[in-house]
């Protein structure tokens, strides 16, 4: 009896070892999309969510599976349609090499090359020889950006520009809404939403105020909120679209720091602010060996913040071009990614600098929201730079050097931020308010809002977001 007894019990912990393998192989599920194997994580997830349900892990690696399926909608086909207007002599040969320069992006899914939704438009972008292509058979290309860069700035500096001091006062009033698709959810159903709002309390955004809400009932998010919100609440109605609006007007100026090396003091690496501005903050502020080798190579010998900043900020410049990015909540390591395949989207290459600059001992943060320049709008992130003696000082790697040869323009967004811009966030991945009780579209940054039901999350294909703005005159101060 003993002896059946033991091995009963042998039995069972061999089973129990068994189950928690599998788990353990299931929740390393990034190894089955590595591999391509969507379908076979889809099956074994799905297998553990029918004995845990409410397993929040299983649940994002579900829907992320999901969510990467929609980043990667086309076929080589599809692509080799989309390019036979500027290569009528393509081949496989080419698509292929474009893939391994990672300038045409894709990924196996299921034993089948899927196509990137933007890789197109990035290509031409990252190609150069493709570049110039299209640019003889359609013309180049308005950037708005650039346009900017190039009439606006110069005159800001035709004119006495005092550094630190805000410049160039801006009134804006901004609509916003949000639209649910009809039929999204069930008849009756409450749909909750956040929609962005300004942050204020720095120079470049001291004021805003709020005019209207399309829901009686609203919550305004207290301004120390990190990511800040309105949030209303609408039942759905059959047939009918779901809509949220809000308008205010809010404040902004231009700021340029002009920093200098001697500017700055030793940092006192002992105060909070240090040690919580220059920590490792995984997923995406990462301290890999690769990162922390590159910023060290990237420095050499210099010590000076300043300096180091600048030499980060122009490497990015030369070596990071902007591209179209994937969403964010599919991606384990946006820095990691940015450099495997030399290039991001203005959020991509914040996430690459911050962490190249905590890497070596410079606090810095990220701040995101939108532009909204006279010539063209768009969601943007940026950071910050903490100099000891100086405080925070604006830096937007995505920006660029502007083509110039005055130092003050060329280097402007290296240590200033133009009046322009909507700031939302000044962290990342930060709970709303009130917390949302399912897994966000968006986890990391806050730009266009969050919508969710009893049901779930809603996710950015059933919605839509609009931005209407109007410049009025500033105020005297």
């Not at 999204?184 to 409450?190: I, R, S, T, W």
């Not at 002009?258 to 002992?270: E, F, L, M, Q, T």
């Not at 709008?377 to 950071?383: E, F, I």
């Not at 083509?403 to 133009?418: A, H, M, P, V």
Request: charged share 30%.
């Amino acid at each position: 009896m003993k002896f059946l007894q033991g091995v009963f019990f042998i039995g069972l912990a061999l089973l129990v070892f068994a189950c928690q393998n599998k788990k353990e192989e299931v929740f390393d599920y990034h190894n089955y999309l590595s591999q391509g194997k969507f379908k076979e994580a889809e099956i074994m997830l799905s297998e553990q969510l029918s004995d845990d349900p409410q397993n929040d892990q299983l649940i994002i690696q579900m829907e992320t599976i999901r969510r990467l399926r929609k980043e990667f909608p086309y076929t080589r086909a599809d692509v080799k349609e989309q390019l036979r207007e500027y290569f009528p002599d393509l081949t496989d040969e080419d698509l292929t090499q474009w893939e391994n320069a990672r300038q045409l992006e894709m990924r196996i899914i299921d034993g089948e090359k899927r196509y990137f939704s933007r890789a197109v438009s990035n290509f031409f972008r990252l190609n150069e020889t493709a570049g110039k292509i299209r640019e003889e058979k359609k013309g180049k290309a308005y950037d708005g950006v650039e346009d900017f860069q190039q009439t606006v700035i110069p005159q800001w500096f035709e004119k006495a520009v005092e550094p630190r001091k805000p410049f160039s006062p801006r009134r804006i009033k901004v609509n916003y809404t949000i639209t649910l698709d009809a039929n999204a959810v069930p008849a009756g159903e409450l749909v909750r939403c956040w929609l962005p709002y300004p942050r204020t309390g720095s120079q470049r955004l001291p004021k805003v105020e709020f005019l209207e809400a399309s829901q009686e009932d609203y919550t305004i998010a207290p301004n120390e909120t990190m990511q800040r919100t309105v949030y209303m609440e609408k039942k759905a109605v059959e047939g009918e679209k779901t809509v949220f609006q809000i308008s205010f007007i809010f404040e902004t100026a231009a700021q340029w720091f002009n920093i200098k090396p001697g500017d700055v003091k030793a940092y006192d690496k002992n105060s909070k602010l240090y040690k919580k501005y220059t920590a490792e903050r995984l997923p995406h502020i990462v301290f890999n060996e690769q990162i922390k080798s590159l910023a060290k190579n990237i420095v050499g010998n210099e010590k000076n913040p300043v300096k180091q900043v600048e030499m980060l900020y122009y490497w990015m410049n030369d070596n990071i071009p902007w591209a179209g990015a994937l969403e964010y909540s599919v991606m384990p390591c946006i820095p990691c990614y940015v450099l495997e395949n030399m290039h991001g989207d203005c959020g991509m290459q914040t996430f690459l600098f911050l962490s190249m600059a905590r890497s070596l001992g410079i606090p810095c943060k990220w701040q995101s929201g939108w532009y909204l320049l006279p010539q063209t709008k768009n969601l943007h992130d940026w950071a910050e730079v903490y100099y000891e003696g100086v405080g925070w000082v604006p830096v937007d790697p995505s920006f660029k050097l502007i083509d110039s040869d005055d130092q003050r323009i060329k280097e402007f967004y290296l240590n200033g931020l133009d009046c322009y811009r909507l700031v939302v966030n000044d962290d990342f991945a930060c709970e709303l308010v009130p917390p949302k009780k399912f897994y966000r579209s968006e986890p990391f940054d806050f730009q266009r809002g969050e919508l969710e039901w009893e049901g779930g999350n809603l996710y950015f294909d059933t919605w839509d977001y609009h931005l209407e703005l109007e410049y009025l005159p500033a105020t005297e101060n």
